[in-house]
């Protein structure tokens, strides 16, 4: 959760309030003739919760068409409270201009974070494997140009070359062999997969965060609390507890499990280990809460994992991981979030990871 003046926070709780927006692009700054922003950002690509993973983050913008190009551009959105006698500009992120319209002097475009505009292609790593996670990640972000950091990341989690292809086969003497052609791990991969499967293996996800920067986070409380006068008549909730009892991950030809109970994670890691994702679930085990979404005024300050707290109007304490985001400012904001449960093992016909959910 972004961290604001004490006066921004008073104000943001308030029930009259004024926001703008504006545009930083090669040095100037553009703050009036926005009209609309929507701002979307998750942490899981499918609606169910997941570790690994790198969702990219996207705007949709609506303007007056200013005298500066945007298109291809990149962006920095932010979006501003109006206090007494100053506007606190809080950054929303940096974002690349694509799918850009214009007519009657309006435009419209979607412009995508770095996740999407700069990890898009294909990743041949120049590492000897074995090689530590962090080192990888160090390769990625100097051949991606996208900074990545990595100081909540422990040292020593290892990543080995991929199994490839195993042939059997016979020697001279009629002996039974096998052949294994190994590859380095995310060879052919894009940087986006490649930072998914990554994210998997510290028991974390990633986004771009409001400086541009790669981060990698799991679900943490917020102090953000949002109560009944504050929310929207859309609150609805599953009604059984999400707990996470077991994870299921398939790594090439093999499925690895994880947990003590039904396999409520669902992945796919071609470099996943039994040990490694054992570690994972120890990480991840406690998290727990009822899934749920809703609309609230606005707070531009939540991220995608934090966990904030709703009382509803029953009375009851809800505790909600932000896994879906979307910033709606029109002069005004509103915010929606949403938590999602787990898969049901049973019910799912293949598993699916940062390869099949790529969004």
């Known amino acids: 959760?972004?961290?604001?003046?004490?006066?921004?926070?008073?104000?943001?709780?308030g029930s009259s309030r004024t926001f703008r927006a504006k545009i930083g692009v090669n040095g100037k700054?553009?703050?009036?003739?926005?009209?609309?922003?929507?701002?979307?950002?998750?942490?899981?690509?499918e609606?169910?919760?997941?570790?690994?993973?790198?969702?990219?983050?996207?705007?949709?913008?609506?303007m007056v068409q200013p005298d500066q190009a945007l298109e291809n551009q990149?962006?920095?959105?932010?979006?501003?409270?109006?206090?007494?006698?100053k506007v606190e500009w809080v950054p929303m992120g940096l974002f690349t201009v694509q799918k850009l319209e214009a007519g009657n002097g309006q435009i419209q475009f979607t412009a995508y974070d770095r996740i999407q505009s700069k990890m898009g292609s294909a990743y041949f790593s120049e590492l000897e494997y074995p090689a530590d996670g962090k080192k990888v990640l160090e390769e990625i972000s100097q051949k991606t140009g996208a900074p990545i950091?990595?100081?909540?990341?422990?040292?020593?989690?290892?990543?080995?070359?991929r199994k490839v292809v195993s042939e059997s086969g016979t020697d001279d003497d009629g002996n039974p062999t096998t052949n294994t052609t190994y590859a380095n791990p995310f060879d052919g991969y894009t940087y986006q997969e490649a930072l998914g499967y990554i994210a998997q293996l510290y028991g974390k996800f990633a986004v771009a965060d409001r400086n541009g920067n790669v981060v990698f986070r799991w679900y943490e409380d917020a102090d953000r609390t949002i109560n009944p006068a504050q929310y929207y008549d859309d609150l609805v909730m599953q009604e059984t507890v999400c707990t996470i009892t077991g994870i299921s991950c398939q790594a090439g030809e093999e499925t690895l499990t994880a947990g003590t109970g039904k396999a409520n994670i669902q992945c796919e890691n071609p470099v996943m280990t039994q040990e490694r994702l054992n570690a994972v679930f120890e990480q991840v085990k406690d998290l727990e809460f009822l899934p749920a979404g809703l609309s609230f005024l606005?707070?531009?300050?939540?991220?995608?994992?934090?966990?904030?707290?709703?009382?509803?109007?029953k009375g009851n304490v809800l505790r909600i991981p932000v896994m879906?985001?979307?910033?709606d400012y029109d002069g005004g904001v509103?915010?929606?979030i949403r938590s999602f449960g787990g898969t049901d093992t049973e019910n799912t016909a293949s598993v699916k990871g940062p390869t099949a959910q790529k969004l």
């Open 47 to 62: 609606d169910s919760i997941g570790i690994g993973g790198a969702a990219a983050a996207y705007a949709v913008v609506e």
């Open 324 to 327: 879906y985001s979307m910033q």
């Open 298 to 313: 606005g707070d531009i300050r939540l991220d995608v994992g934090d966990i904030i707290t709703v009382n509803d109007r």
């Open 1 to 13: 959760m972004y961290q604001a003046s004490a006066e921004f926070e008073k104000a943001i709780l």
């Open 334 to 336: 509103l915010t929606q």
């Open 74 to 85: 990149e962006i920095c959105l932010s979006i501003g409270l109006l206090l007494e006698d």
């Open 149 to 161: 950091k990595t100081d909540n990341l422990p040292d020593g989690i290892s990543i080995q070359q």
């Open 29 to 45: 700054e553009i703050t009036s003739g926005i009209r609309s922003v929507q701002l979307y950002a998750r942490s899981c690509a």
